[in-house]
């Protein structure tokens, strides 16, 4: 079956501090790959995506995400995290079979302290 | 740009009882989706339309959920009759490209039904 995973369920960095949250996925052929941030009381916001290319992505508020397709992982990561930056990241995947369907994480909830 | 509206907001109903939610995407956008969020969880897939067609509808409850999507443009959901597992947040999200996986979504506020 095709999934996603994100093993933590929470991460915890200090303000000023590397991040990583990180997903892992099972799925045929060659996915799309995506990232999204849900914000207290705002709707799911894309912050980047992988297609096809260079394995490092730039997205937007600073984020970047590293694809790796021996590990099958698409781990998030910012050099230097903020307190606002304190959200649930979903990461998510668009198999290349089986229709168009975008299978989400169960989320990772990061929490900056300052 | 607008964005994707959803609405209402909030909805709380009896088991056994009907709900309506309705989206209206962004201006443009062909593919429409409803997903399904329950505490704790990511969103599940439970219909795309491509303009007014189903392109998936594999995790849709049809024996009480229906979805319609008229003129390829807003799109309603309906739960008939909801039970106790429908509470979540019913997103509506819709991407630019027909058919194109690598697209982004954008998404709505959500409906959050509670169903009592």
């Known amino acids: 079956a095709q999934s996603v995973a994100q093993p933590e369920d929470q991460v915890n960095v200090a303000e000023g501090n590397p991040l990583t949250v990180k997903c892992t996925y099972s799925?045929?052929?060659?996915?799309?790959l995506f990232w999204y941030v849900q914000y207290p009381n705002r709707g799911l916001q894309f912050l980047l995506k992988y297609i096809t290319g260079d394995n490092l992505v730039k997205g937007s508020y600073g984020f970047e995400a590293e694809f790796n397709k021996s590990q099958t992982s698409f781990h998030l990561k910012k050099p230097s995290a903020l307190v606002s930056d304190s959200a649930l990241y979903f990461c998510a995947v668009s198999p290349t079979a089986g229709g168009f369907k975008t299978i989400f994480g169960a989320g990772t909830r990061l929490f900056v302290k300052a | 740009e607008a964005g994707v509206a959803q609405s209402p907001r909030y909805k709380i109903i009896e088991k056994r009882q009907s709900v309506a939610f309705w989206c209206n995407p962004i201006s443009g956008h062909a593919t429409l989706y409803w997903y399904q969020q329950i505490l704790g969880q990511g969103p599940k897939l439970l219909i795309q339309f491509q303009n007014n067609g189903v392109v998936d509808d594999s995790q849709l409850p049809k024996d009480r959920f229906s979805a319609e999507r008229l003129k390829g443009v807003d799109s309603t959901l309906k739960i008939q009759p909801a039970k106790l597992e429908d509470s979540a947040v019913y997103l509506c999200a819709s991407s630019a490209i027909r058919g194109d996986r690598g697209y982004e979504q954008y998404f709505g506020p959500g409906t959050r039904l509670t169903v009592t």
């Open positions: 799925v045929s052929g060659n996915p799309y």
